[in-house]
Nanobody, 123 residues
Framework: EVQLVESGGGLVQAGGSLRLSCAASGFAFEDYGIGWFRQAPGKEREGVSCISISDGTTYYTDDAKGRFTISSDNAKNTVYVQMNSLEPEDTAVYYC????????????????WGQGTQVTVSS
């Protein structure tokens, strides 16, 4: 059974940090890219960052550059995103997904999805 399980969300003040984790199982982790997406209330889902597991190539959207860092622990089949300098605009449900990591993050290019974890940034 394919599973992607996010954890690490929560409530944080503006300027604070969170580290989200995505634990993957049930598929060939090393053959995929893992991406982080988010969806705020009333807004469309958008990509945040992704990493190609096979070679470690990473991609960040403009919102994430300089503030977020994605990494993977291949021995644990887990991908992390360290989020610093959080802003209220970062409030959303964050999802991890397995698919094709490239410089345009399209949700339809991701095959497997987690259930999401809520991140709330207070002002």
């Amino acid at each position: 059974e394919v599973q992607l399980v996010e954890s690490g969300g929560g409530l944080v003040q503006a300027g604070g940090s969170l580290r989200l984790s995505c634990a993957a199982s049930g598929f060939a982790f090393e053959d995929y890219g893992i991406g982080w997406f988010r969806q705020a209330p009333g807004k469309e889902r958008e990509g945040v960052s992704c990493i190609s597991i096979s070679d470690g190539t990473t991609y960040y959207t403009d919102d994430a550059k300089g503030r977020f860092t994605i990494s993977s622990d291949n021995a644990k089949n887990t991908v992390y995103v360290q989020m610093n300098s959080l802003e209220p605009e970062d409030t959303a449900v964050y999802y991890c997904a397995a698919g094709w990591c490239r410089d345009r993050m399209h949700g339809y290019e991701y095959e497997y999805w987690g259930q999401g974890t809520q991140v709330t940034v207070s002002s």
